[in-house]
């Protein structure tokens, strides 16, 4: 029996859009003899659609969708679409109003539905908001055309999440693969929106052939791909044969459709055309943050965008990743120098210009400058150069982009990375404004890493940007490592304190300086007013400053002061 | 026996600050010969401490601190404590890592600790992200002086927000009430930290009542106060007897003690001080905005605030809460005139400023546009004055109030109303700037009307601020009412849309036009990016732009077009 992975992507909401591409998908895998074909968790309105679940409206235009396109399929294939149903037990039961479901579509009708029974609730997942989890183990039955019955275990997501033996600990009280393979099920399938993280296929993959292995199953996992706001979904769809190898995968970063075939014989997964991983890391958080800008910008409705080039890296990156998302043509960069900025900063962004192809323009911020000094200058009278003034500077380069994306509709790409955003070295209302924060979960060490992978075959980032020292060049001489620590110290700290929850002491053990690490997590804190105000920022990492952290601001909690 | 209500306004994860609070209160209580005090929900580290609580460190220190707090506490007094616990089975059962819990401190110990039952998971509240539910029905025994015992369930905040009877339907599907009332505990204490919203009290007091005399059992009810970012809570805590009618209140938008006596004969509560609720919805908006800005000022480090006058009813609506908050001395109202304002939006400025008695700063921004203008003409060469012109304004006023607030340390306020945030009707970086949004989810409607309020004994707000058209003055001769429907049908559609989920088709049902209608919900939609990039806007309705309102940007959900 052959079935079809449709490696879909979803734009949020747009039921028409998201039907059509089931349906265009499923004639194409009729076509090639596919009896059933699987498609992401809520594929019929992409995931995550937020706080559109709480309108009656959206929830019941998404149920008529489900029955025009069951009408609308061919009639020799079954298909898995994923959909938000409403809960009828809600109200008398006290329970949520929706169940996060995957419908049974065959012969014109929904024949069936299965209900999601973990719900992740942490970091960037909010599903106990909307949805009651399903309480029943999810199994269907699927002939074949040669009659042959194959019994399919279904699971949504995070059910196949909770493998104890794999994980070493529990995270929900139940685990809806132990019920599926004492049920005895032929094969389980996954439908998901699992969201890029940095190697996290090799985590799934690790996980899923263990699940598959030990249960002597064989499993498909469908994974959505795209870029939804700050959340990159992968694809990466895999499945694994009884002994828990892979057999099947389908591109990362991209559509596709994968067919697979189960074989009635043996009952297992026969191998077929398996998409390699990306090569490096670096490679890999390239195609994703690509992927980001492209699907964030096309779903927004832009075909070009603009950003500001200083000549530094941060920007340099950000150019070169536009360039790829949506082509250099219609990519412009803006270098707005000050008489504080270097003669590099604007011989490094031309280079850039040129290296990539891009258009660019530029526009001297120096009589800005002194018009606002004039202006404010009664008023500051008697102070001193400093921070205000260096906002300054920022801003107006700020507003000299905005102009440009509300004069011509170009997206704004605001281009700090992460270790800034850490400790609030950026300027709000300055460098960055944007739609679209491209770099914001990238730390700077890897900022470099990733440009100079980028120069593996030919100079695209100038060799000049990745040897200087990083500056803002907002005062005379400036440069980075005035305010921070050595990238390399920051983002350990960093990395430790945000990621893994590290205390003070126990970075302060790693080796760190303690009046280091106590200045660092003074400046994360602090720094909060600026990170609510940011634009979405591409996650690539399983903490990223975005709808998964969820920080007070008017808050005194400062870690106690570790000592040597 | 003497019971005490401690109505405090704890500042998140200050552990020090809050003990030492909760320290001086009891010592107070202790000393009028109080038996048992109640204090908030978590009133050791403020609520909500969001995701603080997934640092160990955070949690430990809380720990520590509760311990070190009873053995401080007088002896003669026990005292309920909110505080987050370590759930000992999270790992090994698959739940989550702590309970929302209520400790009781007696005798120099930790005596016993409540977890709560119901945790909210909507609007802005993330519980089911942090907490496990706690499963059992808690209550306990406390001796009087005279060694009578009292019988006493704890719930906390939600645990009592369940009563089928009152809300005709089930929120959960356990009421920790029914469980109490079974065990018949002869008095309920609810720890809450209950945000508000208007009226919200008049709800409370007729469920909380309703609840008192169904289980002819007295209850007391306290509310933490004070601002926490977007949310304000407003105190209010109150008690009812067992017919349920109000036997004490404490105060509205301020920290208070109130004692009551819990008579032993009657296993009732005694009639005491009940403060007066505000007089109309109006007065109590005002009174929580006032509380909101202060705070946030207070507990963010800021004592002196500015904001852009533009004569318009908005800033001078927000000016009035700043002059109320922390003192008319420390507002600086900045005139930020343009060649499109007209001569009213400086005279109704200056006559503010007047009444107010704030300080002021007129910064003409003419020249700025000109050198803008300069800068961008060739680039600009052959296009209209449009948006990009118009913003260019708002965020050159928005740079030179950031400049004024980096250089003085001054908290920015901004002054958009909730109508103009929910169809974008403001520029991003322009007058959104700022550290709080102050009136963010008020509607324009409303804005007039407390403004009238305002005015009823004297002038506060100039009388022309009340009866001009309002308008942008960003191109000659603009009014609002050019590109938006008058405010009276634009508030009466976004209410329906956003609060009461009403379908285009029972918005039109109401009265209103299709086309409006349609074009409402479409601005809605595409002004989530400025949303996103909003400051936190005090919360004062039940579905107000800020963490409880989750929507994706990238999404092309529209409601089907309504037909008359």
Known sequence: MKIAIAQLNPTIGDLSGNAKNILEAARKAAKEGVRLMLTPELSLCGYPP???????????????????????????????????????????????????????????????????RLLPTYDVFDEDRYFEPGYQTNSFTIKSDSQFKIHIGVTICEDLWNEEEFWGKRNYEINPLEDLAELGVDLIVNLSASPYTVSKQKLREA??????????????????????DDLIFDGNSVAFNRTGNVVCRAKAFASDLKII???????????????????????????????????????????????GLSGGIDSSLVAAIAAEAIGAENVLGVLMPSPYSS??????????????????????????????????GPLFAGTEFGIAEENTQSRIRGNLLMAISNKFGHLLLSTGNKSEMAVGYCTLYGDMNGGLAVIADVPKTRVFSICRWLNRNREIIPNNVLIKPPSAELK??????????????????????????QSTAQIVKAGHEPAVVNKVMKLIARAEFKRKQAPPGLKITDRAFGTGWRMPIASRWLPPNPSN
């Open 343 to 376: 003669e590099h900063s604007i011989t490094d962004a031309e280079a850039l210009v040129k290296n990539l192809g891009i258009k660019s323009q530029k526009l001297p911020i120096g009589d800005l400058m002194k018009s606002y000094d004039r202006l404010l």
């Open 261 to 307: 075939e189960f074989d009635e014989q043996t009952k297992d997964l026969l191998p077929t055309a398996i998409a390699p991983l990306p090569a490096t890391e670096e490679e890999e958080i390239f195609s994703a943050l690509v992927l980001g800008v492209r699907d964030y910008a096309r779903k927004c409705g832009f075909s070009q965008v603009v950003l």
């Open 50 to 116: 937020r706080d559109l679940l709480l309108s009656s409206e959206f929830v019941e235009s998404m149920s008529k969708k489900l029955h025009e396109l069951a009408q609308q399929l061919p009639t020799q294939i079954a298909v898995l679409v994923g959909t938000a149903e409403p809960n009828p037990y809600a109200t008398s039961k006290g329970q949520k109003p929706l169940f996060n479901g995957t419908a049974l579509l065959e012969g014109g009708k929904l024949q069936k539905i299965f209900y999601k």
């Open 207 to 228: 996980m899923l052939g263990h699940s598959a292995s030990r249960y002597q199953t064989p499993i498909i996992y469908v994974n959505q791909i795209g870029g939804n």
């Open 476 to 501: 005379p001489g400036q440069v980075d490592q005035d305010s921070l620590p050595p990238y390399e110290i920051l983002d350990d700290i960093l990395e430790r304190a945000i990621h893994h929850h």
